[in-house]
DNA sequence: AATGAATGAGCTTTCATTCAT
DNA sequence: CATGAATGAAAGCTCATTCAT
């Protein structure tokens, strides 16, 4: 009698597969790509070294596929809150504010996700989830600029400016401020404004006073 | 007859270590700090792995001391850019202008000098050196602030926005434009404009129009 | 089926171990501390490198178990010669003889063991197990005195100077006498005399004839 | 016109060769063969590593050589003393308190002459100077049977274990007792008087109260 | 299918020896 | 002839990957 695998075995083996990544994820999180050992993932997953292989032929493949699917799972969010029938420059600032305020929540993580070098292979992968970013902020530019609410202007650029002060945003709070302080609402509004007023100098209509301007 | 070291040997040795550091600097350039290996390091110096050894401690040394160099060399040119006699507004506009500018020329080594992830050790030293630049931007704008030329704000958080900017606008193009169209002045021109109008909602003389406003 | 390490595994597991610190004890005993390396004890013992490095964490770990291993041996042997109800003379005979004669087994080894100066970390547990004899010898001395067989004396020099003559014995064939002639009967006796002859001065009965006097 | 050394070149070479050996010989009193580095010997001596070079083949020569000069200066002063008109017993004696003396002077130089192991080629040497040692010991020995002061007994052995307590001796106290308290004149009164009581049994006139019974 | 022991290439670093100056 | 910078062959150790159980 030939062998056939069971429903419960398949869910099973994905249920594997996922603790697998999910325990890469926290080891990331802690450590960095850096310090992320084989040895690591497996004792946080509770299996052994040899069973990651089996479900990644390398741990590169690991790396790329848990960064696939954590940027593909922040981009849609943050896609999500940038889709909508209001204004482009509020729909722009919605995302900036997901994206930044979900990635303040694990600093170390979301650094080595989006900035950290890697090994070539994983490399290009990360620079494509970065890409996707760049692409979704410049989307939403250019529509805003599509429906007349801007003049037009290097919608590449600025996003590129936009994910680097979030970058930064997320670093530099992970070197330089005490716990618990990083995703301080004002700090998170400081940049959301910050990334709105660089291309604030774009905007039709002028008459909009913007919302940081003081009294 | 004693040897005595002549005045070629001492130059001689001076040049070697120049040498060496800079052969890992263009390794670091080409693979990052990631990359870099003793062994690459003697190849591309054209001297023996021993050889490092002689003129530094260990690799760390070796990192810490080119990291070191670099960030304080570029530091001080930003510096002097952003100190005179004019406006706070103009002089954190040429601060970003020359860093931006002077990276631009090596993408690749200007994101491992400022942004790469290393051994603990180096890490230490690379974060005073970022630090160097915050407080440098942050400076300037503070005392844009005391002379009366802009409200108050966030101004650490601000200047992370800034060299986040600055850093994506680095890697930004390393990965998605063609050679040599990175250090487009059109797009230098742009993130400096970003970056200037990310705090210009601060500036007390409202009436100045922003020079990035389009006709 | 999730895995489980059967007993044979176990048991294969100790014997790898085992295996391991017979072949660093076999190539101590070819070459002493100072010859022995990584990939000559794993080469001796049919295992890779890496392998040496799961069974210990460094080769002074491995040292340093070997020595106390193998030290604690011979002491407990030698111990066991000392105690018991005879005169203290006879036991400290027996003592020297038996430790004598195991070590002219191996003459190289136990030079090593018990001689060879190593890393510090090693020499540490070497003084230790030195001391160990030295206390051994001395205190059934001391017994011996406080049983009323001999005036006091200086009995740690005396100790000293036992295990002194033991191991030039154990070193001075290896260098000198054809193979197979060290550990003659005769000249085992012979060490033992000196030994007991060493100290005879300080018997109390005097009248006692000395076994070694000529006839 | 032919190079021809002059005379105070030829003395200057010598000088220079002896303070090369001198240096050698500190550096091992400090830290034993183990950790003699060229570069600290070349330090001590106060020139270059090279000339080392030039005044020796090799490390292994200088050791060699620092050895074989070292023992022979022992070896005859200790010959000096076993020579002379008066009984073979006060010779034996004579010639193990100053070997002993001097060498608790110097404990770990000592210890590292003669018994340090070291690489192949300087072993050879150092057992060829230890036999040295036996040999006078033995030969003292020898005279003193056909005298006619001892029965007949096995002097290379006896030989043996007279170095073995001695070097046991400088080594003891290296480790275990106290600074400056290793050369206590009463412990070397209780080795000398081991070592020669070690073979009392074969004098022939029994009626010579041993110096170390009790009264 | 799962285990974890075994592998071995590769890492940084040391140091006796050589050789251009 | 002295110098000390340069060499490069090891050394101990790590860790991604393989494979017998």
Known sequence: MPYRPTEATERRKAERRSLILKAAREQIATDGFRGTRVRLV???AGVSEGTIYRYFPSMTALFTELLRMSAMRELEVATRAATGPGPG????AAAVRIHLTRALKRPRLAHALLAEPVAPDVEAVRL???KGFHEMFAGVMDQ???GGEYYPFDTAMAAA???GAIDEA???PFAAVPDGAADNPQRI???VGFCMAGIAAFRRNAGVISPF???
């Not at 420059?89 to 722009?92: P, Q």
């Open 128 to 130: 494509a989830c970065r």
């Open 189 to 191: 509004d400081f940049v």
């Open 42 to 44: 497996a004792a946080r």
């Open 213 to 215: 301007r003081r009294a």
């Open 170 to 172: 997320i670093i530099w």
């Open 144 to 146: 805003a600029i599509a």
């Open 161 to 163: 400016c936009i994910t």
């Open 89 to 92: 420059a509020d729909r722009l």
